[in-house]
């Protein structure tokens, strides 16, 4: 399994920035697909999500700023970040939680992580 994620980069505080994020590999079932961020001196954390079923979750801090969309034909996942703040800045991953094989158990990958700077 492999993710490639696309996008990020440094825009001034206000802006926007989009982040994509490609699944391929041999996949049984894809579930749930979303971003985590790791900010500098802070833990990880999960900042959106959206299940196979289409159920969406954001964390506070970015609702209402933050889109999650996925296309299940293309195994992919996008992160659409408007309104951009300085307290955003962080490295995003994505992260797929899904089943390889018929006897292999559900399980979260990641990817290789894109730097988010949000200058003030």
């Known amino acids: 399994v492999q993710l490639q994620a696309s996008g990020g980069g440094t825009v001034q505080a206000g802006g926007s920035l989009s982040l994509s994020c490609k699944v391929s590999?041999?996949?049984?079932?894809?579930?749930?697909m979303g971003w985590d961020r790791r900010a500098p001196g802070k833990q990880l954390e999960s900042v959106a999500a959206?299940?196979?079923?289409?159920?969406?979750s954001y964390i506070d801090s970015v609702k209402g700023r933050f889109t999650i969309t996925r296309d299940n034909a293309k195994n992919t996942v996008h992160l659409q970040m408007t309104e951009l703040k300085p307290e955003d800045t962080a490295i995003y991953y994505c992260?797929?939680?899904?089943?390889?094989?018929?006897?292999?158990?559900?399980?979260?990958?990641w990817g290789q992580g894109t730097q988010v700077t949000v200058s003030s």
């Open positions: 959206v299940t196979g079923g289409g159920f969406i």
């Open positions: 992260r797929v939680d899904l089943v390889a094989a018929p006897y292999m158990k559900t399980r979260d990958y």
């Open positions: 590999g041999t996949i049984y079932a894809l579930n749930a």
